[in-house]
């Protein structure tokens, strides 16, 4: 009898010591998890564990995706992300900071010629080919820049409809950098001044 309830006695001591270590496993288990987790949480990337990193962060594009051009190893940021205006009436106070020069008449020419020149046409006359399927369609077709709706528009204005599209127009604020559309503009202004109101 003695040895059987010493026997049970150390079974029992046995059951509380397993029961210990295995607490003790269970708690150091789940404070190594928490750690990875916070480790892993605050990893600057995309992902926790780059074996490839270079596979992600590369300059290269998908098809149909305009390329991503890098800035300058020395280019330090100075004015921030462009705020667009949001009111057509308040873009009448902007002006163009692209003064006329050869170099922004032929800088315009080249943007126009790959962004305009399918609705517009090659004069800026909205007689371009993709006009002749709205006339089909009988939709409104692309603007006449020399037309007295156009003249009526501030600078401002004009920006304001290349950034943010109008009708059928598409937005150009993603495509084209500022001063880009501000050559449109300035290239607007040079097809009014070729083609004097009647």
């Not at 922004?104 to 090659?122: E, F, I, M, S």
């Not at 600078?155 to 993603?174: A, E, H, R, S, V």
């Amino acid at each position: 009898m003695y040895r059987t309830l010493t026997r049970s006695r150390q079974a029992t001591r046995g059951g509380r010591a397993g029961r210990k270590l295995r607490l003790a496993v269970v708690a150091v288990g789940a404070a190594i998890a928490a750690l990875a987790l916070l480790l892993t949480s605050c990893y600057p990337g995309t992902y926790p564990l780059d074996v490839f990193p270079e596979m992600h962060y590369q300059p290269s594009y998908r098809p149909y995706e305009p390329p991503r051009l890098s800035a300058p190893a020395s280019a330090v940021p100075i004015s921030g992300r462009e705020v667009p205006p949001t009111d057509f009436a308040a873009a009448a106070d902007l002006r163009n900071p692209i003064q006329p020069s050869p170099e922004a008449t032929q800088r315009a020419t080249q943007l126009y010629r790959v962004n305009c020149l399918p609705c517009h046409g090659p004069e800026g006359r909205g007689n371009g080919l993709v006009a002749q399927y709205y006339q089909r369609a009988q939709l409104p077709t692309p603007v006449d820049f020399a037309s007295a709706r156009a003249r009526a528009r501030a600078d401002g204005q004009l920006f304001f409809l290349i950034t943010n599209g109008l009708g059928n127009m598409p937005q150009f604020g993603n495509l084209l950098a500022p001063e880009e559309r501000w050559h449109l503009v300035l290239l607007i202004r040079g097809v009014q001044a070729q083609n004097p109101a009647s």
